[in-house]
């Protein structure tokens, strides 16, 4: 596609239970990245995918975060018994790894709200 | 100790006027990237400039300029002649090239509002 796209855009749900965000990377871009960003703050790393392997998960929180790129392209954020502390936008970026600067394009993120 | 460093929450800026942003960095990586994003308040995250550790001259875009002093190591992000479109929050980032994922850490971002 013309640009990263993320699902939901928003996400309302209860404390305890299970959501899923989608990314769609740019068609061709290797590299992926899941960024969380907390309101008034700047963007943290959770995980980045180099094809559809997970190559850095070091920034994932807790085991109640998960993701997959089963394919290479597509990728699912997973959060599992949410919590309050989840609440954040969710941002998915990609970059072609292969091109000098490697820019990160970011989605306009998925917005988690948990009750 | 914090990797990027914004110290202007907020700023003020007359339209048409020029307006400089604070970013200082820290890493012991001797190549390395520095980034400027913009993101208005609809969400997204806009690539506005980039700047590379052993690039000799400073990285124009436009209306956008960084001046990169290196061994202050800062990166102060330069706006020329604002508009009121320029109303939004900018991040600096850092990419570490010994960091085989190239992920970009960010800072804690400025806002910027525009005077008419």
């Known amino acids: 596609g013309a640009g990263v796209s993320q699902t939901p855009s928003n996400k309302v749900t209860e404390k305890g239970k299970y959501v899923e965000l989608r990314c769609d990377p740019i068609?061709?871009?290797?590299?992926l990245y899941w960024y969380r960003q907390s309101l008034g703050q700047g963007p943290e790393f959770l995980i980045y995918?180099?094809?559809?392997?997970?190559?850095?998960d070091s920034g994932l929180p807790n085991d109640r975060f998960f993701a997959v790129r089963p394919e290479g392209s597509v990728s699912t954020l997973k959060i599992q018994r949410t919590e309050r502390g989840d609440s954040a936008v969710y941002l998915c970026?990609?970059?072609?790894?292969?091109?000098?600067?490697?820019?990160?394009?970011f989605g306009a993120g998925s917005r988690l709200t948990v009750l | 100790a914090q990797k990027i460093t914004q110290t202007q929450p907020g700023m003020f800026v007359q339209e048409k006027e020029a307006v400089t942003l604070d970013c200082t960095y820290d890493t012991s990586d001797p190549s390395y990237g520095l980034f400027w994003y913009k993101q208005p308040s609809s969400g997204e995250m806009i690539f506005l400039i980039y700047?590379?550790?052993?690039?000799?001259q400073n990285a124009t875009e436009g209306r956008y300029s960084l001046n990169f002093q290196k061994a202050r190591k800062s990166a102060n992000l330069v706006i020329s002649a604002s508009q009121l479109g320029d109303s939004a929050m900018y991040f600096c980032?850092?990419?570490?090239?010994?960091?085989?994922?190239?992920?970009?850490?960010f800072g804690g971002g400025t806002r910027l509002m525009v005077k008419p």
């Open positions: 700047q590379g550790s052993y690039d000799q």
């Open positions: 970026a990609s970059s072609n790894m292969g091109s000098g600067a490697n820019v990160l394009t």
């Open positions: 980032a850092m990419r570490e090239d010994n960091n085989a994922g190239n992920m970009l850490t």
């Open positions: 068609s061709g871009h290797t590299a």
């Open positions: 995918f180099q094809g559809t392997g997970a190559a850095d």
